[in-house]
């Protein structure tokens, strides 16, 4: 009896079983490559591990639905493998007993834990529910009864009296099938990491390794934000600087010393961005500034504005440099404009429908009809205005290298200056929002005038405020009622003071001395890169 039931199980057909497979499609690439033990499938690329799990999942769930039921003849290609998926190795002969399989056959799906391959197998139902984490996705038919002999033994295999098909003939199965048992949870230890590193649990002093720790944390809940915060993620990076500084000393690694010096750059280039995008500049040891104006590129642009005026100006006189500049910020782009009558009048010019005339008949600027015509035209009715000078040719260089977006923002600081409610209510004259125009330009960060703070020559001054030295006292007068100027002091040959608080969001800080990188480090090579970066 027992060598014609080990007969019958050595000719039953072996079970089915394919594999899908998740793996990299190269070295350093995030595309994966999804391969089936099927001939017939061809391979797949995918450009993510997220979609190569989606295709994989979708390609088996193919297979599952094309493939026929499980067969009840089938022998159980769990036990070809020697159930090593679902019974411990606690001796040479344990996983050769055929007596442990057992009820109908099932078409079972199984994973591992990292989902990088999934493979579907006909199997017994007590490997199915041996096995961690299988599911079932189909189970046989009974097999039809009606050609049988009703012989007692038939009639006992139907009712499962006796041994079923996949059992050994010593061993009956009675009672349910068991439910699949859960997939273990394989607990490790935690291992804390910083920059792809993994501090080292016995790293002393604790106080270092908590640090550590921490910024790991904070450095992974910044990557997680919608919105970057670059002041927050220069202070991350200096204090990562500071941690990996102290690591590198207690260790003696040198790398973690090199990747300290790359924080710290990091920082320096993460904090002169935010300065940059928001316009806040720390001057001395007050509070950041909100400029209006706030990358040193529009300064620049602003400062070349003022100094191609100087050179190019048509007439003489402050009134004339500026409405000329005033002009020329309106149609520095193309060299054409829209002009209405009250942005001439607030300019604080004796005489503009003189001066407007003037500029027509000398050629430099073009209207469509008189003077008067322009300085009674209102918003809804503009007046186009034309710089020929500022026409673009194409056999010569524009004297700008701005666009059109930038010309309004300058034209936009350069308006707000001149229209300044206190210089409107003190009358200030023309010189005078020169003057302020020009020393808005000539500041360090903080406010003081001149390079460094020093101070303005009076020399180069006079060449962007073209006044009588014996007038300057009067306009520097003005602008410290106009409480634009505190500590103002006219020398001989040097103006200095500061610009007082309201008028430092309108300021264009000169630019300092370039920064220094010591020898022992690498130079930031890009400022975007370097301050992205994160552990």
């Known amino acids: 009896m027992t060598q014609a039931t080990v007969s019958e199980l050595d000719e039953r057909v072996p079970g089915r079983r394919w594999t899908v497979r998740l793996d990299a499609a190269s070295r350093g690439s995030a595309a994966v490559r999804i391969s089936c033990s099927r001939p017939a499938c061809a391979e797949q690329r995918l450009p993510s591990a997220a979609a190569g799990r989606a295709a994989a999942v979708a390609h088996l769930k193919a297979h599952l639905r094309a493939a026929p039921a499980p067969r009840a003849g089938a022998y159980c290609a769990c036990r070809a493998a020697g ?9 040479r002969h344990a996983r050769a007993e055929p007596w442990r399989c057992g009820g ?24 199915a529910a041996a096995t961690p984490g299988a599911k079932t996705a189909a189970t046989s038919r009974a097999p039809e009864t009606a050609d049988r002999p009703n012989t007692p033994a038939a009639t006992a295999a139907e009712t499962g009296a006796s041994a079923p098909p996949f059992s050994h003939p010593g061993q009956a199965t009675a009672g349910p099938v068991p439910a699949p048992r859960s997939a273990p949870v394989r607990r490790r230890p935690q291992e804390a990491k910083i920059a792809q590193r993994i501090i080292p649990h016995n790293l002393r002093p604790v106080a270092l390794r908590d640090e550590l720790i921490e910024l790991g944390d904070l450095f992974r809940a910044y990557q997680q934000r919608s919105e970057p915060d670059l002041a927050l993620l220069a202070d991350l990076q200096e204090r990562k600087a500071q941690a990996f500084t102290t690591w590198a000393d207690v260790s003696g690694i040198m790398s973690l010393r090199l990747e300290a010096r790359r924080a ?19 001057g001395g040891d ?8 706030t990358v040193a590129t529009q300064w620049d642009h602003a400062r070349s504005v003022l100094a191609h005026v100087a050179d190019h100006s048509p007439l003489p006189g402050p009134e004339a440099r500026l409405l000329v500049l005033m002009l020329t910020l309106r149609t520095a782009h193309t060299g054409t404009g829209n002009l209405v009558g009250q942005d001439i009048t607030t300019l604080g010019l004796t005489d503009p429908e003189d001066l407007v005339e003037k500029l027509t008949g000398c050629g430099w600027l073009t209207l469509p009809g008189t003077a008067g015509d ?42 707000k200056i001149v229209s300044d409610r206190k210089l409107r209510k003190a009358k200030a ?34 060449a ?68 992205g970066r994160l552990p």
Do not use: Y
């Not at 007050?286 to 104006?293: I, Q, Y």
């Not at 960060?445 to 303005?456: A, F, V």
């Open 264 to 282: 710290e750059q990091a920082a320096t280039a993460a904090r002169l961005q935010h300065q940059q995008r928001t316009g806040g500049i720390t």
């Open 464 to 531: 962007w405020v073209p006044v009588d030295s014996g007038e300057l006292p009067h306009l520097v007068d003005q602008l410290t009622a106009a409480d634009w100027l505190t500590e103002a002091t006219l020398a001989d040959t040097h103006l200095t003071g500061q610009l007082s608080e309201r008028i430092l969001p309108l300021s264009c800080p000169l630019p300092g001395p370039a920064r220094q990188v010591r020898p022992d480090t690498e130079p930031v090579r890009d400022q975007q890169d370097q301050a």
């Open 429 to 462: 004259t023309a010189g005078t929002r020169l003057l302020a125009l020009t020393l808005a330009t000539q500041t360090i960060p903080s406010g003081r005038l001149g390079p460094g703070g020093q101070g303005l020559a009076l020399n180069p001054l006079a």
């Open 286 to 293: 007050g509070p950041a500034v909100t400029r209006l104006l």
């Open 83 to 91: 159930c090593h998926t679902h019974l411990p190795d606690t001796g």
């Open 374 to 415: 322009l300085l009674s035209s209102r918003p809804e009715n503009p007046t186009a205005i034309t710089v020929p000078l500022l026409v673009p040719r194409g056999d010569g260089p524009s004297p700008f290298t701005f666009g059109k977006k930038m010309r309004t923002k300058l034209s936009g600081w350069a308006q």
């Open 104 to 127: 109908p056959v099932v078409l079972a799906v199984i994973t591992n834990r990292e989902r990088r391959w999934w493979q579907a197998l006909e199997c017994c139902s007590r490997c």
